[in-house]
């Protein structure tokens, strides 16, 4: 069965097919809002909230606009940029670019193990930035289905996640 | 493809060719073999890149089955959650029993205050009740 089937089934209030797309799910859901929100307490809420919408909005979704998972990453990156807006905070706006150093990564870097570091690094990049790199480096999502979440062109994401790269680079450069 | 795609290529996505736009990947796979700056660059992204991959997250076990529990909550349900909440959500955890509290207060002042009002008026009248009764006892002496 297809997920555009399982989802129609949602309407009839089919339990099943719910399980199937929550275990489908979950897990790559739940990493992205993990990495957006880096592990704040609210997490667990917003995604929860992603797929209760799941079971009582199902039947917006459109198969033919968009991928099952691209659409449940829309409304959970959605959820979390009313969170940082509640809570204002972390919801930085572009800035202009940096100018371009091109010098040499340090080689501890290679060593370098704390995952604390690359999630506060991640933190500190504006939220567009921060999601263009979520999305496509963690979440595996194609530049097209990320383009489309974040509303913008596919030039206009490698832009964002260019710059958001050079700068979380230099911000862990600076952290070691 | 050309040099500068290719660097393009590079700094958005990295130096995995998985991650690569998969209709360029090919193309850019076979620049890059002919490319010693691009090489170059994908060296000293490596270690930036695996540093990125290094951060990997914890999954949540029990969130599966607080999803499914909550999926046919009655607005009961709703109501008694919203009073009590987890004790993760510390400052709501104080602030909701209070409030919770202090509605029969409210509503016992609202009460209170709209039958005070009328109590004045029945007192009003009883004044000048009494006050016509004295004025006509003072008519009959």
Redesign the interface.
Known sequence: MTEAELVEQLSSGD?NA??IL??RH??PI??YV??MMA?N?DT?DI??ET??RL?THGTRYNPDTAKLTTWLHNIAHNLCIDHFRKHNRMVLEETADEPDEQE??V?Q??H??N?K???QS?MQLPERQRSAIIM???Q?M??RDAAVILETS?EAL??L??RG??K??KL?EAKI | MNHTRLL??I????TNSD?W??EERLAALHQLEQDSEAQQAIV??K??D???D???????PH??N???S??HKSWMDSCIEWLLPSF??LLAYFWRPVLAASLPLITGLLLGSSLFTVEIADTWEDEIELIALYDSGNLDE
Request: hydrophobic residues 40%.
């Open positions: 339990e719910y399980r929550l275990d979950l897990a739940t990493a993990t990495r592990s307490a667990e995604v929860q797929f209760l079971w040499e990564f080689d870097l290679t370098f193990e995952t570091h690359v999630e991640l496509c480096h963690y595996g194609s530049n596919v490698e832009s996640m260019a790269r050079r979380l680079r862990l | 393009q290529i700094n958005a996505y990295g991650r736009p998969e000293n992204l270690s930036f695996a540093a990125l290094s951060y990997v997250t914890a999954p949540a969130l599966r607080r999803i499914l909550n999926l993760d959500q």
